[in-house]
């Protein structure tokens, strides 16, 4: 089952005071070309498809424009919210919207339900988690000790018992160890971070919130990276997206 995965959008993002909007419609259109080039099962957005809680017009159009074009090739979306992002903005009139083929990750309540696809190999399920914090998780377990971020992602993953051979996470958090760019938002201490470990049960887990693309050693996790340059400290970096193919279990 082939994924294209993608995310770190920031559609209406300003660099310097100027706007990058027109730079953003250029490169969906090219991811655009990729998905019908590649024709991948489905296509996974990890956070961060704004660039701020509330976003310009300009850049909701831009976003309604994009997602249409990928439900008019019949390419099932997956979308879950960064940092960034509003979750309830970003998941409104999302069970409207899954009729089209276009799943947004909602308002994180502590349920967690598996997307199933089907291909020769058998059944995969998608998890969709949007980006969360203790104090998220902590409202709805208040008995759990939940302290820090990787208490956090465990305890919300409980609920992502495996519902198919192959079990592919969504996800949008701080991975240890991960390289960061100047334009991410930057947790004082490392407070943010999360251990790999809790990403282990799943085949592949698309991650979103760092803009340098990157694999996660030790485990099948990737950051696809932000698919523009949003400072200086990325300027030598090659922007890409990624595809990724998952035939049986543990393979890709």
């Excluded at 979306?77 to 799943?103: K, P």
């Excluded at 938002?185 to 470990?197: E, K, P, T």
């Excluded at 400290?233 to 998952?246: F, H, R, T």
């Amino acid at each position: 089952m082939k994924f294209l995965h993608l995310g770190d959008l920031h559609i209406g993002k300003r660099l310097n005071n100027i706007s990058l909007l027109e730079d953003q419609r250029y490169i969906l259109g090219q991811i655009l070309d990729i998905a019908r080039e590649e024709q991948p099962d489905a296509v996974l957005i990890a956070g961060d498809v704004y660039d701020r809680t509330l976003p310009p017009a300009e850049a909701v159009t831009l976003l309604d424009d994009f997602l249409t074009a990928l439900a008019g090739e019949k390419i099932p979306v997956f979308l879950i919210s960064g940092n960034h992002d509003s979750a309830e903005r970003l998941a409104f009139g999302g069970r409207l919207l899954s009729e089209g083929g276009v799943y947004l990750s909602p308002v994180y309540d502590g349920e967690l339900t598996p997307h199933l696809l089907e291909d020769e190999y058998g059944t995969v399920a998608v998890w969709l988690l949007p980006f969360i914090r203790p104090a998220h998780v902590r409202a709805v377990y208040p008995d759990a000790e939940i302290t820090s971020y990787t208490q956090a992602v465990q305890t919300a993953l409980t609920q992502a018992a495996p519902a198919a051979d192959r079990q592919v996470l969504v996800a949008h958090q701080f991975v240890t160890g991960a390289f960061r760019s100047d334009s991410e938002d930057i947790s004082v201490g490392g407070l943010d971070n999360v251990d790999r470990a809790a990403f282990e049960p799943f085949d592949y887990t698309a991650l979103g919130h760092i803009h340098s693309p990157q694999q996660i050693p030790g485990v099948l996790a990737r950051y696809c990276g932000s698919p523009l340059k949003y400072s200086f400290s990325e300027a030598n970096q090659q922007k890409s997206v990624v595809l990724i193919d998952i035939k049986e279990k543990g393979s890709l």
